[in-house]
């Protein structure tokens, strides 16, 4: 039975990363109803995997992006490298002074999931009906999207939904944003996922159980699917149906957590 709840959480953390209903959100939810005894002893190493699973499923379905990023060596050219380094500085900063008010947050807090989950629905529905200018992703526009992807931290505020949602009110075309929100986030994973490590690592004994595998492939493989299947739900402005979701979810979350 744990084998079935740990690949469902992987399939979860797959569609939800990419897809526009917060991964985060999703997670608590799923914790909050279901009794996963795994998660309860190795919560923070099972995490760690599909994060990582996550991330590396961006990789490969950019991986064309990316090394052309890295063959352009000259600072010109290879200007979006800087950009999503530079849309990092929010987020390191909460991740780095506010990190144990943040923590306090992900502990099945679901009225609070709720609640973000109905702004999200608001940003997918803004997102469809704005019209881009199809401008370039200014360094400006950067900090901005790497703020709201800061404020995306909370459980049921949709990461790739508020980033893609603000670069396209500022005037960034659609599919652009959906890149650019998809591989802003990668070193942030990383980083996030090394500082784990150490942590955990002083504490605990690594130990990659075949229950950790499953996760990892279940986030993998599904990850993929949603990454590009994000893309082209961007490009024919769908995501209020997401938000339609995102309302209705929201909406009995409260309702839940009020009685």
Known sequence: MEELKVLFLGIVQGLTEFLPVSSSGHIEIFKYFFNLTYLKNQG????????????LSTIWVFRKEILKILENRTLKR????????????????????????????????ILLVGIML????VLLYKTDKTNPKSKDISLRNA??????????ILPGISRSGATIALAVMLGVNKTEAAKFSFLMVIPLIFGSIGKSILFYSKNQTLNLSPLLVLGFLSAFLTGIIACKLMIKIVERSQLKYFGIYCFVVGFVIIIYGVI
């Open 118 to 121: 109905i702004i999200t629905s």
């Open 143 to 152: 900090f901005f999207i790497g703020l709201i992807q800061a404020v995306a």
């Open 44 to 55: 923070l190493l099972l995490t760690l995997v599909l994060h990582f699973a996550t991330a």
């Open 78 to 109: 290879n200007d979006f490298f800087f950009k999503v380094l530079f849309s990092m500085i929010p987020a390191v900063i909460i991740g780095l002074f506010f990190e144990d008010s943040i923590s306090a947050l992900f502990n099945s807090n």
